[in-house]
């Protein structure tokens, strides 16, 4: 968030009585802060960029454990006596881990809190890491594999369990830098991960690769434990809200040993129907529609990232480049140059366009659909492009700063719409952010899970340039699903089971 809009959102006085809209020199605080000075939307800037560091290093440290041992085919190739597209089940095992630990784990943080559950499966994550790396022996195939499911499992949790955080501590305005700041830590940890563990174990049998991410892991535990908080608060009945201890160890203890007592009261029958709400939302037209359009836009990258080391290491003859695992890691920061774009692009775009459209064309009235209009260059445009060159530069064996290029660009067109599709999802369902968030996730994860399985006989029918040829098409078909959004958003969002649906539709954002 840039300075001047700090200034504003902290202009009003924080524990006024709510009866009017707290009015700043251009923007509405929207939703409303209560008269409570422990409601995190009064929380100092300070304090919530904190949490907002700690989550963005949680979801970065998850995100680089089940996939460290992405790059380094060679020796479990030889130990394990598996083909390359074999062990790259490995990697389809851990986003199978990511798809599925937080269905389980959103109900579990409603009823011990968020915090509480980050900082465990923190910890159980660099447990899998360990079983990862004593995994040596030619009959632990099995045994690894299982090892990235559950690294994945837990590993995610951090990153779908932010965004309910997200929108407790920050106002609508802020929401979508917030969001980009989470989303790219974790995309960048599914990047830096295979980089660094690719440099790390290039000249060292592979478990090395697993050992520094538990180093890592536990600075992250560390920090989880110093600096995480609850955000849940009820801004309509104060005397819910549990007393949090004040001592620093009685706080932290009651936090991660005691989640239970600051967390809001709730119930089994509670828990239960979170646990069900985000199969609820799957089912409602707005998600499966958006969720269609991720499935094809994103899964096509998630497709080119955990294929590229094979296309890579393959043999000339095989029609691959041959390259080293060295070479392998030195030619993933195509992957870091696309996402330091992205974050700058979202950063300058992700809140500023969707209110600048509110405040021309709508009276500063906000409306969802406004987040959408990011898209347009990044996926219409960019990443079709960027599919058509790589699968070009693959079909004619050209040289491998070419296939760079092709992936720094699809790196850019599909990371660049992950913050946008949660943000707009969210906040059709701004009761259930985390929920939203977990299947928004689902079908981000759940094309790249299974292409590994048939990526072959697909070559061998079209061509490998026919294959990522038509993927460009693909994604050019899927922002039609967008675009219906951006054009009939409002009456898609009315389909749905009414418990669910509730949105910041109609609040006037853009002071007049």
Avoid at 5 to 15: D, I, L, M, Q, R
Wanted: aromatic share 16%; with cysteine; net charge neutral.
């Amino acid at each position: 968030m840039d300075h001047k809009e700090g200034k504003e959102a902290e202009a009003s006085p924080p524990f006024s009585p709510p009866v009017e809209k707290h009015h700043t020199a251009h923007l509405v605080l929207v939703p409303q802060p209560s008269t409570e000075p422990r409601d995190p939307l009064n929380w100092p800037s300070t304090r919530k960029y904190v949490l907002l560091a700690v989550l963005c290093l949680a979801s970065f440290s998850g995100a680089i454990a089940p996939l460290s041992g992405q790059l380094n085919l060679a020796d479990q190739e030889k130990l394990y006596n598996k083909t390359k597209l074999e062990e790259s089940y490995a990697n389809s095992a851990a986003l199978a881990g990511m798809a599925a630990g937080p269905f389980f784990f959103a109900p579990i943080s409603h009823m011990l809190g968020r915090s509480s559950v980050i900082f465990w499966c923190v910890l159980l994550t660099l447990v899998c890491q360990i079983w990862g790396a004593v995994m040596t022996d030619p009959g632990n195939y099995i045994a690894y594999v299982i090892s990235r499911l559950f690294a994945g499992f837990f590993g995610a949790v951090p990153t779908v369990l932010g965004p309910r955080i997200v929108t407790d501590i920050f106002f609508l305005h802020q929401r979508g830098r917030a969001f980009t700041a989470l989303h790219m830590a974790f995309l960048f940890g599914t990047i830096a991960g295979p980089t660094f563990s690719g440099f790390v174990s290039a000249h060292s049998f592979f478990p090395v690769e697993f050992w520094w991410t538990v180093g890592l892991l536990g600075l992250t535990l560390i920090c989880c434990f110093c600096f995480l908080e609850e955000t849940g608060f009820d801004r309509e009945c104060f005397e819910r809200n549990p007393d949090v201890p004040a001592g620093i160890l009685a706080n932290r203890f009651a936090t991660f040993f005691f989640g239970q007592r600051v967390v809001l009261p709730t119930t089994w029958k509670e828990t239960a129907k979170v646990g069900i709400t985000p199969f609820l939302i799957g089912m409602c037209p707005v998600t499966i529609i958006m969720g269609i359009f991720t499935l094809i836009s994103f899964g096509f990258y998630v497709g080119v990232n955990a294929l590229t080391p094979v296309w890579l290491q393959k043999p000339s003859s095989e029609g691959g480049y041959g390259f080293s695992l060295e070479q392998n890691a030195a030619f993933t920061f195509c992957h870091w140059i696309g996402i330091i774009v992205v974050q700058f692009y979202g950063h300058y775009l992700n809140d500023r366009l969707p209110l600048a459209l509110a405040r021309r064309y709508n009276g500063g009235v906000w409306k969802p659909e406004y987040r959408l209009h990011v898209l347009w260059l990044p996926s219409l445009v960019i990443n079709p492009m960027g599919l058509g060159i790589f699968g070009a530069a693959l079909q004619y064996h050209l040289h491998y700063m070419v296939l760079a290029l092709a992936v720094f660009i699809v790196t850019v067109g599909s990371l660049a719409s992950v913050p946008v599709t949660v943000n707009y999802v969210v906040e059709c369902f701004t009761r259930y952010p985390a929920e939203a968030g977990i299947v928004i996730g689902a079908y981000r994860i759940v094309y790249g899970l299974t292409i590994s399985f048939y990526i072959n006989p697909w070559v061998e029918a079209v061509d490998v340039g026919w294959v990522y040829g038509m993927m460009a098409f693909f994604a050019v078909f899927s922002y039609m699903f967008v675009m219906l959004l951006m054009w009939k958003g409002h009456a898609i969002r009315k389909i749905q089971f009414s418990s669910l649906g509730s949105s910041e539709e109609g609040e006037q954002l853009v002071g007049k």
